[in-house]
């Protein structure tokens, strides 16, 4: 689960550009994705157009995915639970069960080599924010699915 503010930039391009890679991979069957913010205002409503336009350049559609909140009992249905920035990863802490068993962290903590360890909040700025936040979404799903099929597939 890919979790930020509202739920309407930087999450569903997570969701969105790794499900796509999920698909490329054939792991749709193994690998379920979902995301969610940590505030409630734009729970229902689809994706910010200019991350909708942002994503479309890249070929993957976000226009389908609603706005949802997260809440305590998606660790218990989500091995990965991971955060855009320290705030939200903060929220998650304290949403968290005591004993969570999977990996509550930083997305980009998987893109070791991008200089960020954050992904900024794009929603008060410009155009160059929402290609960041696709550039640093992208490196970070190759990571990640690098990481989910060596230690949850048992590949390479
Ligand atoms: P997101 O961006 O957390 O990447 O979805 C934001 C969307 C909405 C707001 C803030 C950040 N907002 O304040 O409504």
Redesign the pocket.
């Known amino acids: 689960m890919f979790v ?9 391009t997570a969701h969105g550009l790794f499900a796509a890679k999920v698909e490329q991979a054939g792991l749709s069957g193994h690998i379920q994705v979902r995301s969610g ?1 940590t ?1 409630g ?2 729970v229902g409503d689809p994706p ?1 157009e200019r991350s909708v336009r942002v994503a479309l350049e890249r070929g993957i559609d976000l226009s389908h995915l609603r706005a949802s909140q997260v809440s305590s009992r998606d660790f218990h249905s989500c091995d990965y639970m991971l955060a ?1 920035d320290a705030a939200n990863l903060a929220d998650l802490r304290r949403m968290a069960p005591p004993a969570y068993p999977g990996v509550l962290d930083l997305f980009l903590t998987f893109a070791a080599d991008s200089g960020y360890r954050e992904v900024p ?3 008060y700025g410009g155009e160059d924010g929402f290609q960041l936040v696709v550039d640093l979404i992208e490196a970070a799903s190759d990571g990640l699915l690098q990481h989910i099929r060596r230690h949850q597939l048992g590949q390479g």
Request: aromatic content about 12%.
């Open positions: 930020c503010l509202g739920n309407i930039c930087r999450s569903p913010g505030g205002w734009h910010d855009m909040d794009p929603y």
